[in-house]
T-cell receptor, first 113, second 115 residues
Framework: NAGVTQTPKFQVLKTGQSMTLQCAQD?????MSWYRQDPGMGLRLIHY???????DQGEVPNGYNVSRSTTEDFPLRLLSAAPSQTSVYFC????????????FGQGTRLTVV | QQQVKQSPQSLIVQKGGISIINCAYE??????FPWYQQFPGKGPALLIA?????SEKKEGRFTISFNKSAKQFSLHIMDSQPGDSATYFC??????????????FGKGTKLSVIP
């Protein structure tokens, strides 16, 4: 039972490059979400999904795209990376009945140069 | 506009002491208030949570106090231990119809418990 798995753990991108951060969970959770964590800023919700085929924007969605074709996977796409997207990204999953009891992944540390 | 304000930013407590972290919110539509604990290099983990119709919730050494009229809530860690050294985040959840929701985090408090 792996929980929430994020890949990669570290990534360096050049400005303008695109990439996809992967997130997979094996707990059959309905809800999945992406957060970014910046020093002194706490965690801010980027996008979330309440089930396969359903996604919605969070607090800071600009510059990011998501899709949810399966219950297990929720990838986050950066279409054209910018230095302002340098951050630690966390994926989380939870049951519909326990939204706050989210299981977080280990995080992806992204640097855009 | 920061919807959940957390203080202090950092806190140093001696082993055995009481650690107190405070949060205040503005949106009265929030309906659940969790606290998360995060160790370096790890994702946050749910520690304890409270609903606004309850004034206090205790789980082991961790207690949440909730003041609905003041729109404030706090985390108390009794008998603080070096293993409690971590960053703590308060948060507030608002659930909307059709399953959408908003989970807003405070900026975090870095707790250091010294022997």
């Amino acid at each position: 039972n792996a929980g929430v798995t994020q890949t990669p753990k570290f990534q360096v991108l050049k400005t303008g490059q695109s990439m996809t951060l992967q997130c997979a969970q094996d707990m059959n959770h309905e809800y999945m979400s992406w957060y970014r964590q910046d020093p002194g800023m706490g965690l801010r919700l980027i996008h979330y999904s309440v089930g396969a085929g359903i996604t919605d924007q969070g607090e800071v969605p600009n510059g990011y795209n998501v899709s949810r074709s399966t219950t297990e996977d929720f990838p986050l796409r950066l279409l054209s990376a910018a230095p302002s997207q340098t951050s630690v990204y966390f994926c989380a999953s939870s049951r519909r009945e326990e939204l706050t009891a989210a299981f977080f992944g280990q995080g992806t540390r992204l640097t855009v140069v | 506009q920061q919807q959940v304000k957390q203080s202090p930013q950092s806190l140093i407590v001696q082993k055995g002491g009481i650690s107190i972290i405070n949060c205040a919110y503005e949106n009265t539509a929030f309906d659940y208030f969790p606290w998360y604990q995060q160790f370096p290099g790890k994702g946050p983990a749910l520690l304890i949570a409270i609903r606004p119709d309850v004034s206090e919730k205790k789980e082991g050494r961790f207690t949440i106090s909730f003041n609905k009229s003041a729109k404030q809530f706090s985390l108390h860690i009794m008998d603080s231990q070096p293993g409690d050294s971590a960053t703590y985040f308060c948060a507030a959840l608002q659930q909307h119809s059709a399953g959408s929701y908003q989970l807003t985090f405070g900026k975090g408090t870095k707790l250091s418990v010294i022997p």
